[in-house]
């Protein structure tokens, strides 16, 4: 069964190895270092169909060194990425998606965070010329648009923060409420079009700061919003670093009981996740979960997490 994963962090590791910094004594090869679990090696493995690659900084790089690292990013998406694997298909447009051939793979570009335009617009709208489909505010912290979900201040978007979602929706790209606030969760929410958490779990059945209350999953579903359920066991069981197939899935089950069975996806987490899943390690492994949760749903449910309900509620490009 196909899959789309709508994260993991390849591009900043790979960024790493190629910058030889801390224990990533790169330069990694994308197509088969086992340093990357999202390798292309890996996405065929575990029949991936579409990989979200997110542009992620790391809050301790100098403000004034953000945007080239963002660069540096982009550039390694497409030399490394694309440029050396001919199956790798970019997806420019939502309807990309549908033109994938048997044996493909899109390529989706996000960013993690928008740390690295600051307050420059024309920043924004460069690296929607470059790919950006998906948008994320924050990561855990703040920034001239919101605060994160870790800042103590928890406010919510700022004047620029909302203009930056108008924009979302203007172009058609998602707005990923992941690693935002709660009061700047609310915010987006009730701004944008294309909401999408694309890596979180349910905070009732783990309670952590990451993961979203009842109010907030019900709020994105009734917004037609897609929750994608993230692979890191800390965000599955409470205080624990270990986490099984079975404890995953009753992050499911839950969203499921609150009515989005059809609203539910993966987003891995991959390469930004330092412990994992028993049996679900990297993307080769996608299959492994896919054959556990038809023990409990249907064909057309698991089909439906696995990838139908994400191309069901994509945006559309024409609208």
């Avoid at 540096?72 to 490394?80: A, G, K, R, S």
């Avoid at 996000?110 to 420059?120: K, R, T, Y």
Wanted: proline letters at 3%; aromatic letters at 10%.
């Amino acid at each position: 069964m196909k899959i789309i994963d709508t994260h993991c962090d390849a591009l900043m590791k790979l960024q790493l190895g190629k910058r030889r910094q801390f224990d990533f004594n790169g330069p990694f090869d994308y197509r088969t270092s086992d340093k990357i679990e999202t390798n292309i090696n890996r996405l065929i493995q575990g029949n991936v169909a579409v990989q979200f690659f997110a542009i992620f900084i790391d809050p301790d790089v100098p403000s004034d060194e953000k945007w080239q690292h963002a660069l540096e990013q982009v550039d390694i998406f497409y030399t490394d990425v694309l440029g050396k694997n001919p199956r790798m298909k970019h997806i420019k447009s939502w309807n990309d998606l549908d033109l994938l051939k048997e044996g493909e793979i899109g390529a989706v570009l996000a960013l993690e965070g928008v740390d690295a335009i600051g307050n420059d617009l024309m920043k924004l709208r460069q690296l929607y010329r470059l790919g950006i489909k998906s948008v994320g505010l924050t990561w855990n912290y703040a920034n001239y648009c919101a605060d994160g979900i870790l800042e103590p201040r928890g406010a919510g978007l700022t004047l620029l923060g909302e203009e930056i979602i108008r924009l979302n929706n203007e172009n058609h790209v998602l707005s990923d409420v992941s690693h935002a606030s709660v009061q700047a969760f609310w915010d987006i929410l009730e701004i944008a079009d294309y909401p999408v958490a694309t890596h979180s779990n349910a905070k009732a059945i783990c309670d952590h700061p990451r993961n979203l209350d009842d109010d907030q999953i019900i709020g994105m579903f009734q917004k037609n919003g897609l929750i994608h359920v993230v692979f890191n066991p800390p965000f599955i069981n409470k205080d624990k670093e270990a986490a099984t197939m079975t404890d995953l899935i009753k992050h499911i089950d839950y969203f499921c009981s609150l009515g989005g069975v059809k609203q539910i996806g993966f987003g891995s987490d991959f390469d930004g996740i330092t412990t994992f899943v028993n049996g679900l390690e990297n993307s080769s492994k996608y299959q492994n979960f896919i054959n556990e949760l038809l023990k409990y749903y249907s064909d057309e449910e698991v089909r439906g997490f696995a990838y139908k309900n994400f191309l069901n509620h994509r945006p559309s490009d024409s609208e």
